[in-house]
């Protein structure tokens, strides 16, 4: 089974829209940390956002905020009044502790296509 | 800002060539790590490092190798590449033990495979 599910493969809007990319992780630790990284297309993958297990409050950062729900295991990324430049492949990552190491597990991605 | 480089943005290589791909991070970072990204699969690790000469094998080991002889560099190794691991390599590096660090990525290898 998938410890992290993007369910969309890729995703298209009008710039200005607002638009909500999916995240569904699966673990049975209490103490864990989710992840979003940014691909654009120059291919580095840039951090985002952490947030951690016990921190359940919404997050804004400009037009980005993230709903992290446990009853639901999900953490979606909201970008509002979307612009061209978020254009870009999104990951949603878990981190746990696991044989004394620290394992991330990364979704498949959804990639945003912004349209002017 | 933590840099993260990567020896080549581009490599062609012929099956059944050995294949080195460089990684060298600047941040004095405990941690390094090689995945693999492919369309619809996301990222699949390879192999990571705690520590200098230390090395774990992550989900798709088979067919790679790995060398860390210095803490800020780690290379992966294809000992006989083969066309099904023409993909995308991005090498990545953490500080520390706590699993609420973030990874830091380079800009990635494109490698094919011929």
């Given at each position: 089974a998938q410890k992290v599910t993007q369910a969309q493969t890729e995703i298209s809007v009008v710039e200005k829209e607002d638009v909500t990319l999916d995240c569904v992780y699966e673990t049975r630790d209490t103490t864990y940390y989710l992840f979003w990284y940014k691909q654009p297309p120059s291919g580095e993958l840039v951090f985002l956002i952490r947030r951690n297990s016990f921190d359940e409050q919404n997050e804004i950062s400009g037009r980005y905020s993230w709903n992290f729900q446990k009853s639901t295991s999900s953490f979606n990324f909201t970008i509002t009044?979307?612009?061209?430049?978020?254009?870009a492949v999104y990951f949603c990552a878990l981190s746990e502790r696991r044989d004394n190491f620290n394992k991330f597990y990364f979704g498949s991605g959804t990639k945003l296509n912004v349209k002017p | 800002d933590v840099k993260v480089t990567q020896s080549s943005r581009y490599l062609v290589k012929r099956t059944g060539e050995k294949v080195f791909l460089e990684c060298v991070q600047?941040?004095?970072?405990e941690n390094m790590f090689w995945y693999r990204q492919d369309p619809g699969l996301g990222l699949r690790l390879i192999y990571f490092s705690y520590d200098v000469k230390m090395k774990e094998k992550g989900d798709i080991p088979e067919g790679y190798s790995v060398s860390r002889e210095k803490k800020e560099r780690f290379s992966l190794i294809l000992e006989s590449a083969s066309t099904n691991q023409t993909s995308m390599y991005l090498c990545a590096s953490s500080p520390?033990?706590?699993?609420?660090y973030e990874q830091y990525f380079g800009p990635g290898t494109r490698l094919t495979v011929t």
């Open positions: 009044a979307s612009q061209v430049v978020d254009s | 600047d941040m004095d970072h520390g033990t706590a699993s609420s």
